[in-house]
């Protein structure tokens, strides 16, 4: 433990992360006892500024939660009207119909919806239940009681941006602490990893597997937008490089969420994500409907894929991993944020039971049961094959296979089994060598844009006189083995151009980070081949600001 003195605090439910999940277990945890003290703490500088989701929202998880969320202001207002699945190619678009699809494909009594926005009211909910919600309050470290997780340290300010070291105006934070703590920061969170490696949490499970997903909104001509029509699309532009695909929500307002989804366990390192999502744009189908409109804001975030068969444990003592913190992504259904809803309220009800039988600081195994056996496991383990197909097969056999698997588990077996996912991502990066570059168009400024001009569009932000959050485990890992082995592919993977090799006449390259542009998306702490990035949280309220993503 750090040897800063530190003031504290004590709760009896920690809460680390403003998303869903987190949102959700506090709300429960206030309606089965009001008495209770809880405090959620969010990095972002207010609630929803780093949520990003497609978002075709399952209400089951608010039905469960707040059955009367209809009649309480929700914003979630736009039904899907229409649902619609292409396959492209180059110059043109098959329309594969919905009716071979497994009912659970189905997005009736779904809604598209701004998460951002429905986690900015679900906050306003639970401070009406009496709940603490501290915005701009990042967690830089975890606090222990001999082998419990007792609390987190939170808002520390003025470290050295050189050295690391307490600066001048150097603020310690605080210490809280609570009978449980859950961990709720989304994909990839730098607490939720120590924990799993700490308690090795991943034994006896695949390893997790992710996509980086990015998104603009759209604002469109009003003669081309179709209220509630949900689009998805695979095939072109990544073909046999990348397994992937796009949405096209239309909201609100002549809006549209136009996403695109890479899958990183592609091979090429010469692979440049953020430009095969602005190369799609060019389309005919899509270019079409972005004619004439203009984006308005511009996101990334990574996604868990591993789904059933890479969830952890999800308990040690005294905390619980909450949603993505765990991976409770449907990726056939590309929904997430339902399970995550009920992962929530299943730990507020687990810590509850603990809490009133007089217990705390233990393994809330009964959350981890109910996970797994109650709605979650089974919406889960419906549709587990179809990852591990799409990576060892390709699409064309996934869209069989898989489709065939989950009818099957609809009857309650599968012809599968349960397959395994195979090696990490960063461990299915291919040598450099063994590639061939690929030669993108130049973006035109229309419909297709540059990477800085991009991330000026989702609004990010850091203070420059802090340490760069981002760190290499060996600063000459990048430009000694990942150059000449992979090309470097932290130049591309990143969707916010903070990695650079900057070579300059008469002197070796050198390896840049530019942390101010990070958009907290976590694909470089996944992807990079020789996993020597590791994504710290940077100081409260840095990073996005997504309005209504």
Partial sequence: MSQITREKMDYDVVIVGAGPAGLSAAIRLKQLDSDLSVVVLEKGSEVGAHILSGAVLDPAGLDALLPDWRTMGAPIKTLV?????????????????????????????????SMANVCRWMAGVAEGLGVEIFPGMSCSELVFDGDRVAGVVAGEFGRDPATGAPGPSYEPGMELHGKYVFLSEGVRGSLAKQVIEKYDLSKGHCPQKFGLGMKEIWEIDPAKHRLGTVTHTMGWPL???????????????????????????????????????????????????????????????????????????????????????????????????????????AAAEAAHAAIKAGRSGDELAAYEAEVRGGAIGRDLKKVRNVKPLWSKYGLVASLMGGGLDMWTNTLGFSVFGTLKHGKSDAQATGLAKDFAPIDYPKPDGKLSFDRLTNVAYSFTNHDEAQPAHLKLKDPSVPIAVNLPKY???????????????????????????????????????????SQNIVWTTPQGGGGPNYPNM
């Fill in 487 to 529: 090309a470097e592919p932290a130049q591309r993977y990143c969707p916010a151009g903070v990695y650079e090799v900057v070579a300059e006449e008469g002197k070796d390259p050198r390896f840049v980070i530019n942390f101010q542009n990070c958009v907290h998306c976590k694909t470089c702490d996944i992807k990079d081949p």
């Fill in 239 to 345: 073909g046999s490089n990348a397994g992937g695909g796009s949405f096209i929500y239309h909201l609100e307002n002549n809006q549209v969420y136009v996403g695109f989804v890479v899958h990183l366990n592609y091979e090429n390192p010469h692979l440049y994500p953020y430009m095969e999502f602005q190369r799609f744009k060019h389309h005919p189908m899509v270019a079409d409907l972005l004619a004439g409109g203009k984006r308005v804001a511009y996101g990334a975030r990574a996604i868990s894929e591993g789904g059933y068969q890479s969830m952890p444990k999800m308990v040690a003592p005294g905390v619980a991993l909450l949603g993505c913190s765990v991976g409770m992504v449907n990726v056939p259904r590309i929904k997430g944020n339902h399970n995550a809803m009920l992962s929530g309220k």
């Fill in 81 to 113: 009207q229409e649902d619609n699945f292409y396959m492209l190619g180059p110059a043109g678009q098959i329309r594969i119909p919905n009716f071979p699809m497994p009912p659970l494909m189905n997005n009736h009594g779904n809604y598209i919806v």
